[in-house]
């Protein structure tokens, strides 16, 4: 056999054994997923939205299983040092939101909302009186 031919077979055989970087990559993206964390973040989200909604709903409650969860939320919420992986940090970040932003909503939305049902307890409270002295006007309950 002359030098050529063997020089030859050796490349031919030097590159049928060189890794192939795209059958690599090919096979590595048959374990991806089409939507990165869609599940995960959609409960994620599903836990956030449930927090707000027991914060929003049962702010004024008394006592019992509403009060608690209202105090859950609040908890749930307002704890920064909370590192686990359904931490309200945590959750806000994998939705895109800011937490910062969020919790200045929220109290905000309380403030508010505190202010509203205090004036609508002294509006109510004179109107009891107005009835009571039979003020002109309003009718007077018996």
């Known amino acids: 056999m002359n030098d050529l031919s063997v020089q030859d077979i ?14 690599a990559h090919e096979y590595l993206k048959t374990f991806e997923r089409v939507r990165p964390l869609q599940p995960e973040r ?9 927090a707000i909604m027991c914060f929003q709903r049962y702010l004024h409650a008394k006592g019992g299983k509403e009060r608690k969860l209202y105090e859950d939320a609040v908890s749930w919420i307002f704890d920064c040092s909370d590192i686990r992986a359904f931490s309200f940090e945590n959750v806000c970040g994998v939705c895109g939101l800011d ?17 509203k049902m205090s004036r609508n307890k002294a509006l109510h409270a004179s109107r009891n009186t107005m009835r009571q002295w039979g003020m002109p006007g309003h009718k007077r309950q018996n």
């Open 10 to 23: 050796d490349s031919r055989l030097t590159m049928l054994f060189q890794p192939d970087e795209l059958a």
């Open 42 to 50: 959609r409960l994620m989200l599903a836990v956030l939205e449930d």
């Open 99 to 115: 937490p910062g932003y969020l919790r200045i909503g929220l109290l905000n939305w309380r403030e508010m909302n505190s202010v």
